[in-house]
């Protein structure tokens, strides 16, 4: 069964602050990374995603996706406390219709 | 954006009972999702469905049934409702499927069972 790890569990970085986070897939198979976030007591929105390798930046964010080692990470610049909140990394695939697998989360904490 | 409801929000279920969660969207998306989410394991997809009266296996569908009467509305039941079920689920619609779209998630429904 397709899995997705992520790390670490948990994170906390100073306001204004670097927070990087892992994601890597066991199915080399994987066509679509994306980056979800959900804070405490909301549902996840998705805030980006990538499918193929190299770099996409959008404001303070930006993904790195590495196909060859099946790992994509996420990097929040100038962090805020607003940026508190669980970070799902998930995986997809093409083949077989619906799949999308998510990983446990990095819980990222920014204090002031 | 896209509009996903879930009702109810939250519920307090008897072990032994029956539950039904209902999910409703507004976006004309043909896939809905059901996911529960438990401390330490991200959201793990219970059914989901890409066309009206017929729904998929996840990979936890032990112990749950889904319902999709419509486009619009998918259900999911506990028909013998667990302690081990206690847990938040999260209904989620997409444009299409293949995992190439983005998954628009309702508010959650929080469920204790007792």
């Known amino acids: 069964q397709q899995k997705v790890q992520q790390s670490p569990e948990s994170l906390i970085v100073p306001e204004g602050g670097m927070a990087s986070l892992n994601c890597t897939s066991s199915d080399r198979n994987v066509d679509y990374f994306w980056w979800y976030r959900q804070h405490s007591g909301k549902s996840p929105k998705m805030l980006m995603s990538i499918f193929s390798n190299g770099e996409k930046e959008e404001g303070r964010f930006t993904v790195h996706l590495n196909k060859a080692s099946l790992h994509t990470s996420l990097h929040i610049r100038d962090s805020q406390p607003s940026d508190s909140a669980l970070y799902l990394c998930a995986a997809s695939w093409g083949s077989g219709g619906y799949k999308v697998v998510f990983g446990s989360g990095t819980r990222l904490l920014v204090s002031p | ?114």
Request: aromatic share 12%; with cysteine.
């Open chain 2, 1 to 114: 954006e896209a509009a996903v409801t879930q009702s109810p929000r939250s519920k307090v279920a008897v072990t032994g009972g029956k539950v039904t969660l209902s999910c409703h969207q507004t976006n004309n998306h043909d896939y809905m999702y059901w996911y529960r989410q438990d401390t330490g394991h991200g959201l793990r997809l219970i059914h989901y469905s890409y066309v009206a009266d017929s729904t998929e296996k996840g990979d936890i569908p032990d112990g749950y049934k889904a319902s999709r009467p419509s486009q619009e509305n998918f259900s999911l039941i506990l028909e013998l409702a667990s302690l081990s079920q206690t847990a938040v689920y999260f209904c989620a619609s997409s444009e299409s499927g293949g995992g190439y779209a983005e998954q628009f998630f309702g508010p959650g429904t929080r469920l204790t069972v007792l």
